[in-house]
């Protein structure tokens, strides 16, 4: 499959708009085993001033990247083996992201099945942690751009119409109550009880 970049002024910068936007997007992730690509069916915004949001306590060593220009890879470890890959949003110096939870496998489903050890096709990239794993996402890409990085980025969804919904977040307990995550309505590769995913 061929996928275009998105250019940088396609993408806002205001969280919520960021992460509606990013719904029908394509991830690519270009390594030595071959290339993944998978369709973004699932985000979470993560503002400013929220108790949620890595950035709420400050500026640190690991959550640095929320705090630079919007639109950088913000990659953070979980459980001590999981990674989550999010995009910073914001203007410069304003800490808050968007994590990408989940994606609709386009390309690489033979390796993305290899590095997850699975044959299930919507579960390759059903949740952040597993999406990471499938598109061997890892701290080293923290802080790259998405939109110029040879790598990892972010390219156009091309003509697929997308509904777009929102619910509470998942997996959080600080301000899980806010309708800050978007997803694909219908789509059956986003994560979570189906209840929180109507159509």
Do not use: K
């Amino acid at each position: 499959m061929t996928f275009a970049r998105l250019s940088p002024d396609v993408l806002p910068i205001e969280t919520r708009a960021l992460a509606q936007a990013l719904i029908g997007c394509v991830l690519v992730r270009e390594s030595p085993d071959g290339t993944t690509a998978g369709l973004i069916v699932e985000t979470e915004a993560y503002l400013p001033d929220d108790p949620a949001c890595h950035a709420y306590r400050g500026r640190s060593v690991r959550n640095a990247t929320l705090f630079g220009p919007p639109h950088r890879a913000y990659v953070y470890q979980i459980y001590g083996r999981n990674f989550c890959f999010n995009v910073s949003s914001e203007v410069d110096g304003q800490g808050a992201g968007v994590l990408v939870r989940a994606a609709e496998p386009l390309e690489g489903l033979a390796l993305m099945s290899r590095r997850r050890a699975t044959q299930n096709t919507r579960d390759l990239c059903r949740g952040p942690g597993r999406l990471c794993e499938a598109f061997a996402i890892d701290r080293s890409l923290d802080g790259v751009d998405p939109l110029t990085h040879p790598q990892l980025w972010i390219g156009a969804g091309g003509a697929r119409a997308m509904r777009v919904r929102r619910s509470r977040r998942i997996g959080v307990t600080q301000a899980a109550h806010r309708r800050l995550r978007f997803y694909a309505a219908g789509s059956p590769y986003v994560s979570g009880a189906a209840r929180l995913s109507p159509a």
